[in-house]
């Protein structure tokens, strides 16, 4: 596609003229907005750019190993990767109220991160910060640079003094849909690309109750089942997003061959969207919704129940927490 070369080509020129040859750091979520920065930023000055993947054990399958592996292996980026899984799981434990899992998240995620920061600058300097700042967030914050994304992501404030970087933000003049044609021109993997927005505190706020590895082991296989019905329906790009929720803390009565079962109702909350900010709930087609029910509750022990989310944006928000 040549008119996105040419956007590539600029924009790896002027990353080329800001950084120099000093250092510059990046962390990357798994989405797609950090992933294309990085690999511009990648593409311009190679070796200096070294990014911090925070694994905090609450994305969905096959997530973590995306960064880790596919997104590597295409781009040749150095990567810093933080298991801080345990961790998380610690902090969480016991944690009901929705606002407290955010700010526990939000917490934890920037310790690991600038925890990491200062191991990579003990190993020379670094200067810059990779942001994955788009058009439509340059105007919406009226212009000026804003916080960095990681920590606006999980709500948090600015970084403390000793780790004040200067902004790179190659995405500041696009649009969602040329940062997707740059990451396909650049090769990034198409679930990537396309990967629809997710939430910073992840499964965490789609576990309603308490977050522990077996709910998230649970809520991860229906999730995976709910996303692959999707895609291999092709609507990924007719929903805006498909949250699948895990109701931990109920339990229904079910039949399985010659027994009663007890297990836990799972909701699917497709929504179609243009910016979050109100939302409808997607008609998917019944023959989609059938298969994905089925194959939750046969390959799902703990779920003997999946339910359908038929409420709007007002009143109903897209997360259930
Ligand atoms: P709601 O649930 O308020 O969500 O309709 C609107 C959009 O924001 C996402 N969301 C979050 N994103 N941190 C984030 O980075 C959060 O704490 C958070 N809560 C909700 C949600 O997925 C949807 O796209």
Not at 25 to 43: E, F, M, N, T, Y
Not at 167 to 175: A, K, Q, S
Not at 227 to 238: C, F, I, K, P, Q
Request: charged content about 25%.
């Amino acid at each position: 596609n040549w008119t996105m070369s040419s956007v590539i080509d600029e924009q790896v020129e002027a990353i080329r003229a800001q950084v120099g040859d000093k250092r510059v750091l990046c962390g990357l979520s798994g989405g797609v907005d950090s992933s294309v920065a990085a690999a511009l930023v990648h593409r311009a000055v190679g070796d200096q750019l070294t990014c911090v993947f925070v694994d905090h054990g609450l994305l969905r399958s096959g997530e973590a190993e995306q960064v880790e592996k596919d997104y590597v292996a295409v781009t040749g980026i150095n990567l810093k990767v933080v298991d801080a899984q345990e961790t998380f799981l610690k902090e969480l434990s016991g944690v009901v109220d929705p606002e407290s899992k955010r700010k526990i998240i939000g917490r934890e995620f920037i310790r690991a991160f600038e925890n990491a920061a200062r191991e990579i600058d003990a190993e020379g300097p670094i200067e810059y910060l990779v942001q994955g700042t788009l058009y439509p967030d340059v105007v919406e914050s009226g212009g000026g640079t804003g916080t960095a994304n990681i920590k606006s992501h999980h709500n948090v404030g600015g970084l403390p003094e000793d780790l004040k970087f200067t902004l790179v933000e190659p995405l500041r003049t696009l649009f969602k849909d040329e940062v997707r044609a740059i990451g396909t021109e650049l090769g990034l993997p198409e679930s990537m690309v396309w990967r629809h927005p997710f939430p910073g505190p992840g499964l965490g706020i789609r576990i309603i109750g308490e977050v522990t590895a077996e709910r998230l082991e649970i809520l991860r296989a229906a999730d995976a089942v709910a996303r692959a019905e999707l895609t291999a329906a092709g609507l990924d790009r007719s929903v805006w997003q498909f949250p699948v929720v895990l109701l931990a803390d109920v339990r229904s009565v079910g039949v399985a061959g010659d027994g009663r079962t007890y297990g836990h109702p799972i909701v699917l909350r497709p929504v179609s969207s243009e910016d979050a900010m109100t939302a409808d709930w997607s008609r998917l087609p019944y023959e989609v919704l059938a298969r994905i029910s089925t194959r939750i509750t046969n390959e799902v022990p703990e779920v003997n129940r999946v339910t359908l989310d038929i409420t709007s944006k007002p009143p109903g928000t897209i997360e259930w927490e």
